[in-house]
């Protein structure tokens, strides 16, 4: 068992469903930076809810969900693309609340002033992004009520993870569009299921495979399994993505930084692969030579 993602749908019903394990990929994504134990399970939750996420869009691009806050807490985020690679940092102070790994709730109660956003991004068309207000204990919570007031499809997710292993699992009740499927409905099967997904433990859906899980929750339900996908550690830098940023911040900051730091380096934070511009390739950026 390693890092994948299995969709289920609920046979002859509009529920649909997917399953996150990680495993691989979260210790290599942990290893980048020396985190404390709460900080590694809040990572491990969100990168388990990106890839749930990732799976309901059906564009080609990025999802990412990122945390800002003021406090000891500066900002994490995590992210997933339509190939399954996932990629995650976090930025923190050191607090004696972040020795505990519990759950999200552990580092999510320290945060003041804290904003959660979904941002979508195609690889063509237009940006979103969606603001969560961070009010409940947990990240799946959070994440849950978003779904009830913005999308309004009726959605569960549940989140846990260690500095190991990470799972997710997330059930939807799609919209129902025609009289036929109206009438076909079994009005007990959501809050039945609702009520089976809530029974599943955080050690089980870090531990056991996609098809125990759900063999465990929805074995009374005709489930259907469609192939599993592969989630892998990935990061999207590039040394194209390095030059973009240093024209960004112009002609003038690379000058100066060219004074004390030449060539320029530049550390991607999620992968520490290192880039370096030398004083020509910088300025060539610009259009301009060494003079
Ligand atoms: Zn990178």
New binding site residues.
């Given amino acids: 068992m390693s890092d994948l993602r299995q969709r289920f749908f609920i046979e002859n019903s509009p529920v649909r469903g997917e399953v996150v394990h990680l495993e691989h990929a979260l210790q290599t994504i942990l290893a980048q930076r020396d985190y404390a134990p709460a900080i590694q399970v809040l990572l491990g939750e969100m990168l388990s809810a990106t890839a749930l996420l990732a799976s309901t869009l059906k564009i080609k691009g990025r999802i990412s969900l990122q945390i800002q806050a003021s406090g000891t807490f500066k900002w994490g985020m995590a992210e997933c693309n339509h190939l399954g690679e996932i990629r995650a940092l976090a930025d923190y102070e050191e607090d004696p609340h972040f020795l505990q790994a519990e759950n999200s709730s552990t580092v999510l109660k320290t945060l003041q002033n804290p904003v959660l956003f979904i941002n979508i991004e195609p690889e063509f068309g237009e940006r979103y992004q969606g603001i969560v207000p961070l009010d409940q204990p947990t990240l799946a919570r959070c994440l849950m009520q978003y779904y009830d007031l913005s999308a309004q499809i009726p959605t569960r997710i549940i989140l846990a993870s260690t500095a190991e292993r990470a799972g997710g699992l997330l059930i939807q009740l799609l919209p129902r569009n025609s009289e036929e499927e109206q009438q076909r409905v079994d009005e007990d099967l959501w809050p039945r299921l609702t009520m089976l997904t809530e029974t599943i433990k955080p050690a089980e859906l870090t531990d056991l495979n996609a098809s125990e899980i759900l063999y465990r929750l929805y074995n009374e339900e005709e489930v259907r399994l469609p192939e599993v996908e592969v989630l892998q550690f990935g990061?999207t830098?590039s040394k194209a993505r390095c030059a973009t940023a240093l024209q960004q911040i112009g002609i003038v900051a690379v000058r100066e930084t060219l004074e004390h730091e030449n060539p320029i380096n530049m550390d991607?934070q999620?992968?520490n692969?290192h880039y370096s511009f030398s004083a020509e390739e910088a300025l060539g950026l610009f259009g301009e030579h060494l003079s």
């Fill in positions: 990061c830098c991607c999620f992968c692969t």
